[in-house]
């Protein structure tokens, strides 16, 4: 589904991403784990389109994107929930949602019920402005409306980040029913231990812009191996 | 809540005269009945919040519960809808934040905002030239270099410092100010293991060695229970337990609080 | 000896106030290109016809308006376009008191009460704004605003009633008869007009440009510019960030007050077309397209602009403007940190290309192979 | 003077100018972050279209007249005319868009020929866009006075005159323009919360990248935002072009009237327009009545400087303030 | 002012030897000693572009026929016409560069009289001989400046007696809120004394306003039996159409509109319907020098057929520069002072203004011209015909203040409150 080939990238020509290759097959919910600094979010936008390679090629859906602008990327299936969830914070909950729907040409309808099961609280709300809404709501908002675009491919940013323990843990779980339920295939970048326990089939380890190593699910039984990449 | 009519009681007044007249010496910071309304919001809803002189307090909380917010009205960034401030015995809630600086308190905002254009030199000069001129200012400023651990990159451009290092940085200048009281909020958020560790041993040294106090904003419970002593929690804008880092991690109603999803006021 | 040691350490002291991170122009080859300008300036009348040089000092006193913009908003960050009221406010000061008291000393009483009038004013308009919560975008209108309430009142001041002593403001036609600046009590013994006035002006601006290098490598210039960067964080060290802009808005308030000095002994008039909103924005242009966060750039593009527009005026005619809205569209485009910065920029671009060509063969062909 | 109807028939001229000059300006400011100082130039623009358009001027490139043989009739023909010049205004603000504002046209030219864009987009740039747009108006005063010459022939102003009593008259077209700027202002409530384009539109002036990250082709936002601001402008050019002479530097004229609202309007440009208006027109109305023009003019500008400093996030955060206030009571 | 003088020739003289070597300073070059030099400094573009660039046509279209006619006394005429851009600034640089540069014999300049206040001081410090064409509001009275223009007093002392015998005494002024609007609405009054009218009502309108709707307003309210209208500029334009649509149709009498901005060509009719102006000349003027074949009309128009309109400073400039002519023909140079001294001899000159048989005159004392002056109404399609005409002197420099540049020089612009001063 995803396949990242040689990618090397970064902002004003220092690259942050050196020879980065992953590939991500179809209903899988693969994690790349790394400490801060090593190029997860590069990575995250670089899939997306925010970030523009300099050399290799990102290809979606066995399609080449390396050169396709994010809003095309977002129409042909990818959905991506950002580091710090970046709610519109003018535009109430509602329309937040409408803003993720506005692309899928209504085939959503269904969808956009769905995601108040997976989110009541956002049914609750749906006249608030997203700015207002605490860093939980927000990141759910943010899933949310991500998944009314009926994505095939949702792109994470560290879903823990900033976010308490407890709704940590419920994130980890609405993401794997997700992707059991609607078959959503998953990639998320991740530093803290348990969330990639928690979600991932398998997963990929990051230091310094490069991939270093790949775990398969009995790895990740294994937490030592995974401290091993988060911490030094 | 019932201890809601305390900032209108008259006995509560008194203690402030006290506070005025230097009775309480140890309470270095004092909010009475502080409240902070965002629109139909109410972010801080009537806090008392007390911070002795030297202590080590973490201000703890779920998001959105108001601890950034506190911290802006005990710099000045906001203005309280209710309420007072007091440091060192002094009404402070009309002054801006600039006098508030000058009577001892300092600040480290979440984001790292360092001057980039600057040499970590000059972004440590720029706190301590205000307080300190010809040798004395540079002894300063090599202390402040030192205290960040930067001594060695002191003429580098603060751009060219990782974010760990702008933090420490940060930390750095908002010391060289010698608080009395020293606002930190989430000094490590983003930041790796080590890079924690470096900023706890921070913090602690400057506790111990300039009795500075400090209140610390932080979610990850792991570098409070380090830091420590002494743990608030706030929750929906509403102080909710005080205590030691033991009580605070064993209260159950914390647990709930932060294990037990959103609560519906 | 001992002297000798002293006046090498004030020199010393000198050379260190004016370098630092906030100006630009360090090197040894800066100062050697610096010298030459400033011997050819001094020697323009030599080489020159006589219109060219009292055009110059035009020009020259114009940049002293560029200057006290670049200060208040390329340093302090704060953009006012209303630099050229207190320049008029000045003029019209210095007219008033020039016409009413006769002599060198009125005219010297005229610089100073003008220059202080002209500080005045921003002053007051400063306390109203920045004590007041106006910030950004609002100042830069509202300074806007109040140039066009300056000048729609000034229009219509021309009747009997408008006239102060002996001075009549003269309405949209303008004050005329403003005495030239001279020196001396009874009898002037320096009259600054045509050739006295160039070197005034140029004497002028190169204090201003050093005391203003000076300034800003001070702790207080670095205090401005951290201002600048980020307001908050710089109250958060303890400095009254409003009071800051205010003394430096005011400071510029008497800087566009000498300004306006220089330029109506100059005219020798002043009306209130200096106040247009085509006057008002020029300085900004100035300083926009000269680099607002050098003060070169400024002086630079001041002479370079004016001049370059009385070049169209005489040859081009009626594609003036549209060459000279170019020329300014090509800049902000192309160099967006101003012509001088950019220029610096572009040296040193080429320089690392230079530098590159030989040993940066590696990288080449691996994106080839990836095309 | 009586006041009364007399000052309320005085209102509507100076509320339709003010609102008519300030929207098209208001968009652009607030969507783009961009500060438009040719926005005088555009509303020239929509005038000479139209006046052009109208008088029929077959040689006048590149604008074909409405009516070149005559055969629409008479109450067609300004409608029609005005219309040219809103299309060709928008059209116009769409070419500075794609050349100057976003840098497209030079930025696709660079990299074709030295391998890298050149030009950095003016989005949220207010100072270079300034500068920027000055030198385009600049261009287009003495660009449009080279090729048209110094001014056109008017165009007359339609409807007659409203009579209200006691020998007092005004022109009914200035009433119907207070009637349309009214109804500029719903069209332009209803296309920013009801329409997509305008969900989008506030999407990526709050946070572009992710408005792109989720479908949204800002760049179209954009062109389409630049291009309804200008259309705007055309408009007010269209529907003063019987109102005002015809010259190149007429912009001038609007362009203090719409910086005042803007910013006395606030960040929400419906709500803040129509208080700007309503708060402005009444003041110049109110003084030009009774003192005088000049008079009417000065207040206009003091009270625009004490809003700034009393209000400086404009009338429209009065409007958001007390919605919150009210929030909080229920 | 001597002093200057000479040191002014000096420092040219050394100039012009430092610059012999510099290739930058080429400008130098032009004008040899045996043509005479005329500088004509008139808008071709800004906002004055509209009323200046007929002067700027009008001058060369007089100098055209002057060197082919042979020039004068046998010498070509060389003129410099960098274009000021409607910028009062610009005007005085480029004023200097005629005077230190290109040594101009006479100058033409501006429309303002604000342009002229801008460059009368550096005009008298440099005691050049300046024309100042446009009509204005009268009073300078300057050993240097020839104001050749009619005046605020001659123009309305022609359209203003006028209509008080048509329509009535009751008279209300608008005027511009500037110098020219001001001092012209103080004419009026002076003028209503000296009729037996009355004006019952004033209003100031600023330069930067276009809408008019509260001034009509106070017009209705106050009902004249007609109006007096000294607006200018672009944005005033608008209230002729903005009255006619609103049903304004007191007549109205002007010294400003249509023999300027040609207004009643521009506007759609019936704008300036009823609208009477008080002028020395409009290209409508029903003389014979004017409109017969071959007329100044028809001159101009041959020279410049894409030309909009020939308005009353274009006719200024043109006499003005025929003026000069005769003035350099009868010192037998270029001398400015002779010059002037030949000019306050009593020329005249055939103007295109002046009926057959008459001509107008320079009067020595004042500098200024004692004009044919018309009154031209125009009706509901804008035909523009003549109702009224007459010569009238320039009265007020000359009798009420007493000016006389032939026996005192002086460089000062009296206001009508000298004129209550004098008369008390």
């Known amino acids: 589904m995803l396949e990242v080939d040689g990618v090397r990238a970064g902002y004003d020509s220092t690259p942050i991403l050196r020879n980065v290759d992953l590939s991500v097959e179809e209903g899988e919910i693969v994690g790349v784990m790394g400490k801060n600094g090593v190029g997860k979010s590069t990575l995250v936008k670089t899939i997306v389109g925010l970030v523009e390679p300099d050399e290799g090629t990102v290809r979606f859906d066995g399609r080449d994107v390396t050169d396709t602008p994010p809003h095309e990327r977002a129409r042909s299936g990818m959905g991506y929930i950002p580091q710090g969830r970046e709610i519109f914070p003018d535009l109430t909950v509602e329309q937040n949602l409408r803003m993720g729907e506005s692309i899928n040409d209504g085939s959503s309808a269904l969808l956009y019920e769905d995601v108040f099961d997976y989110f009541p609280i956002l049914d609750e709300r749906r006249g608030q402005k997203g700015g207002t809404m605490s860093g939980g709501q927000q990141q759910m908002l943010a899933i949310a409306r991500a998944l009314v675009a009926n994505p095939d491919l949702l792109l994470l940013d560290e879903p823990s980040e900033g976010i308490q323990p407890s709704i940590v843990q419920q994130i980890s779980e609405d ?28 997963c990929y380890a990051m230091e310094r812009g490069t991939i270093v190593d790949e775990l398969g699910a009995t790895d990740l039984e294994d937490e030592e191996t995974i401290a091993s990449y988060l911490a030094v | 809540m019932s201890d809601t009519a305390d900032g209108m009681d008259p006995a509560v007044k008194q203690t402030s005269a006290e506070l005025a007249t230097g009775v309480d010496t140890d309470t270095i910071l004092k909010t009475e009945g502080i409240t902070k309304r965002f629109g139909g919001l109410t972010a801080i809803d009537d806090v ?9 307090r973490c201000l703890i909380g779920p998001n959105g519960a108001g601890k950034s917010t506190l911290l802006n009205l005990i710099t000045g960034a906001l203005s309280p809808s209710e309420g007072e401030v007091y440091f060192r015995g002094h009404d402070i809630t009309e002054m801006d934040p600039h006098e508030r600086i000058r009577r001892g308190l300092s600040i480290k905002f979440q984001v790292p905002s360092v001057y980039e254009d600057l040499t970590v030199r000059e972004n440590v000069r720029l706190p301590i030239q205000r307080l300190a001129s010809g040798a004395e200012r540079d002894e300063r400023m090599a202390d402040a270099l030192a205290a960040a651990g ?22 750095g200048m908002a010391a060289s100010l010698d608080p009395d009281l020293l606002l930190l909020d989430e000094p490590v958020a983003g930041l790796s293991v080590d890079e924690r560790a470096e900023i706890a041993e921070r913090i602690t040294q400057l506790n111990e060695e300039r009795s500075i106090a400090f209140v610390v904003i932080e979610h990850d419970t792991d570098f409070v229970a380090e830091i420590a002593d002494h743990v608030t929690v706030l929750h929906q804008g509403e102080t909710f337990r005080e205590g030691s880092i033991e009580e605070i991690e064993t209260d159950p109603e914390v647990q709930r609080i932060y294990l037990g999803g959103e609560t519906d006021a | 000896m001992a002297t000798d040691a002293d006046s090498a350490g004030v020199l010393g002291r000198f050379v260190d106030a004016i370098h630092g991170p906030n100006t630009m122009g360090e090197s040894r080859r800066f100062w050697a290109a610096f010298g030459v300008v400033a011997l050819l300036m001094v020697t323009f009348p030599l080489y020159m016809l006589e219109s060219a040089v009292t055009n110059m000092s035009q020009y020259l006193a114009l940049t002293l308006l560029a200057l006290s913009l670049a200060v208040v908003w390329g340093f302090t960050g704060v953009l006012s376009f209303g630099q050229v009221a207190f320049f008029a406010v000045a003029g019209y000061t210095y007219g008033i008191v020039g016409i009413n008291v006769a002599g060198p000393l009125g005219t010297m009483a005229g610089l100073f009460v003008a220059v202080g009038v002209a500080a005045l004013f921003a002053a007051v308009l400063g306390y109203f704004m920045f004590y007041g919560g106006v910030s950004d975008v609002y100042v830069t209108i509202m300074t806007l605003v109040v140039v066009l309430v300056l000048k729609t009142f000034l229009d219509q001041t021309a009747g009997d009633k408008w006239t102060i002593g002996e001075a009549a403001l003269g309405g949209f036609n303008g004050m005329p008869g403003i005495p030239d600046l001279a020196l001396g009590i009874g009898e002037p013994f320096l009259v600054f ?37 980020d307001e908050d964080r710089t109250e958060m060290l303890g400095y009254d960030v409003k009071r800051v802009k205010l003394t430096v808005f005011t400071f510029g308030g008497a800087l566009a007050g000498l300004s306006g000095v220089l330029y109506v002994t100059y005219f020798n008039y002043i009306s209130p077309s200096e106040l247009s909103l085509t006057a008002a924005s020029l300085p900004v242009i100035w300083v926009a397209v000269g680099g607002r966060k050098t003060l070169l750039g400024p002086i630079v593009a001041t002479v370079a602009i004016e001049r370059l527009g009385l070049f169209l005026s005489v040859n081009v005619g009626d594609w003036a403007f549209v060459i000279n809205g170019l020329l300014l569209l090509v800049i902000v485009l192309l160099l967006p940190e101003g012509l001088v910065p950019g220029l610096r920029d572009l040296v040193s671009w080429i320089g690392d290309r230079r530098d590159e060509g030989g040993t940066d063969d590696t990288t080449e062909p691996s994106g080839e192979v990836i095309e | 003077m009586a006041p009364g109807v007399d000052l309320l028939v005085q209102f509507f001229p100076s509320f339709a100018k003010i609102v008519l000059a300030a929207t098209g300006l208001a968009i652009i400011f607030g969507i783009m972050g961009v500060i438009n100082l040719a926005h005088g130039e555009f509303i020239m623009v929509g005038a000479y279209a139209t006046t052009l358009a109208y008088n029929g001027a077959l040689g006048a490139l590149p604008l074909v007249p409405v009516d070149p043989i005559g055969v629409l009739p008479g109450a067609v023909q300004l409608p029609a005319a005005m219309l040219t010049g809103v299309l060709v205004t928008a059209l116009f603000g769409l070419v500075v868009e794609r050349t100057v504002i976003s840098g497209a046209v030079p930025n696709w030219i660079a990299e074709r020929t030295i391998g890298r864009p050149v030009v950095k987009p003016m989005y949220d740039r207010l100072l270079d866009s300034m500068v920027a747009t000055w ?42 323009l207070a009637g349309v700027a009214a109804l500029v202002l719903l069209l332009l409530y209803v296309v920013f919360v009801r329409t997509d384009y305008g969900m989008r539109a506030r999407a990526t002036i709050q946070n572009e990248g992710m408005a792109k990250s989720l479908g949204v082709d800002t760049e179209r936002t954009y062109m389409a935002t630049f291009a309804l601001g200008s259309g705007l402008a055309g408009l007010t050019g269209a529907l003063y072009a019987p109102l005002q002479t015809i010259v190149p530097g007429m912009g001038g004229g609007f362009l203090v009237e719409a910086f005042v609202a803007v910013v006395v309007g606030g960040a929400s440009v419906v709500v803040g327009t129509l208080l700007a208006g309503g708060l402005l027109g009444f003041v110049y109305a109110l003084f030009a009545n009774v003192w005088g023009t000049f008079a009417g003019r000065i207040m206009l500008l003091v009270v625009a400087i004490l809003v700034i400093r009393f209000v400086p996030q404009g009338l429209s955060s009065l409007v958001e303030r007390i919605r919150d206030r009210w929030a909080e009571v229920s | 002012m001597t002093k200057r003088v000479d040191r002014r020739k000096f420092l040219a003289g050394g100039a012009s030897i430092a610059t012999a070597g510099l290739a930058g300073c080429a400008l130098m070059g032009g004008g040899s000693s045996d043509t005479i030099k005329l500088g004509i400094l008139e808008d071709q573009s800004g906002n004055f572009a509209l009323v200046g660039s007929p002067k700027h046509k009008a ?104 209509l008080v015998e048509e329509y009535g005494p009751r008279i209300y002024t608008i005027a511009a809120d500037y110098n020219f609007g001001q001092l012209s609405a103080d004419w009026v009054k002076v003028l209503a004394d000296e009729n037996d009218a009355e004006v019952i009502g004033e209003e100031f309108i600023p330069l ?53 901005g040609y207004e009643h060509l521009r506007l759609d009719p019936p704008a300036m319907a009823n609208i009477y102006a008080g002028v020395n000349y409009m290209q409508e003027i029903p003389t014979n020098r004017n409109t017969r074949d071959g007329g100044f009309v028809d001159r101009y128009y041959d020279m410049w057929p894409d030309a909009p309109y020939l308005n009353e400073e274009a006719e ?3 006499f003005s520069i025929y003026m000069y002519k005769r003035a350099v023909e009868q010192a037998g140079t270029t001398d400015q002072e002779e010059v002037k001294a030949a000019l306050e001899s009593g020329i005249t000159y055939p103007a295109p203004e002046a009926p057959d048989g008459e001509e107008i005159k320079l009067v020595p004392e004042t500098h200024h011209v004692n004009h044919h002056m018309w009154v031209m109404r125009a009706d509901e399609n804008h035909n523009v015909e003549a109702v009224d005409d007459r010569v009238i002197d320039e009265t007020f420099l000359k009798d009420t203040v007493g000016c006389d540049l032939t026996s005192k020089d002086e460089e000062k612009q009296y206001t009508p409150q000298d004129y209550y001063e004098e008369a008390g």
């Open chain 1, 175 to 202: 993401m794997r029913a997700i992707n059991e339920d609607l078959g959503t295939t998953i990639l998320f970048v991740e530093q803290n231990l348990s969330v990639i326990r928690d979600m991932a089939d398998r």
């Open chain 2, 48 to 56: 008392d919040f007390d911070v002795e002189a030297g202590e080590l």
């Open chain 2, 150 to 171: 930067l001594s060695a990159k002191a003429d580098v451009a603060a751009s060219a410092l990782s974010h760990g290092e702008q933090q420490q940085l940060e930390i």
């Open chain 3, 193 to 229: 007009d045509d050739f006295t006035l160039f070197y005034a002006a140029l004497l002028a601006l190169l204090v201003t440009y050093l005391g203003l290098r000076a300034l800003l490598n001070s702790d207080y210039g670095r205090v401005m510019v951290a201002i600048r960067e």
């Open chain 4, 135 to 176: 030198g385009i108006s600049l261009i287009m005063v003495q660009l449009v006075r080279n090729l048209y010459g110094n001014s056109l022939n008017g165009i007359g102003i339609p409807f007659g005159q409203f009579s209200y009593g006691n020998g007092l008259s005004i022109s009914t077209y200035k009433l119907v």
């Open chain 5, 59 to 162: 001058s060369l279209l007089a100098i055209e026929e002057i060197n082919n006619d042979g020039g004068i006394n046998g010498q070509q005429i060389e003129y410099y016409d960098p274009d000021p851009q409607s910028s009062n600034d610009r005007y005085l640089e480029l004023t200097r560069r005629m005077v230190q540069q290109r040594d101009v014999d006479a100058l033409w300049a501006g429309y303002s009289s604000a342009t002229r206040e801008t460059i009368r001081p550096y005009i008298d410090q440099q005691d050049q001989l300046y024309f100042y064409t446009t009509q204005y509001e009268g009073g300078v009275c300057d050993k240097n400046v020839f104001a050749v223009g009619p005046t605020a007093r001659q123009q309305l002392g022609s359209v203003l007696p006028y």
């Open chain 5, 208 to 260: 930067s306003n276009s809408q008019f709707s509260s001034t009509i307003n106070r017009i209705q309210d106050a009902d004249p039996d007609f109006v007096m209208s000294m607006l200018v500029g672009q944005n005033h334009t608008s209230f002729y159409e903005q009255k006619a649509s609103a049903g304004l149709d007191i007549p109205i009498g002007t010294s400003t509109a249509m023999a300027q």
């Open chain 5, 316 to 318: 200024n400039n043109y």
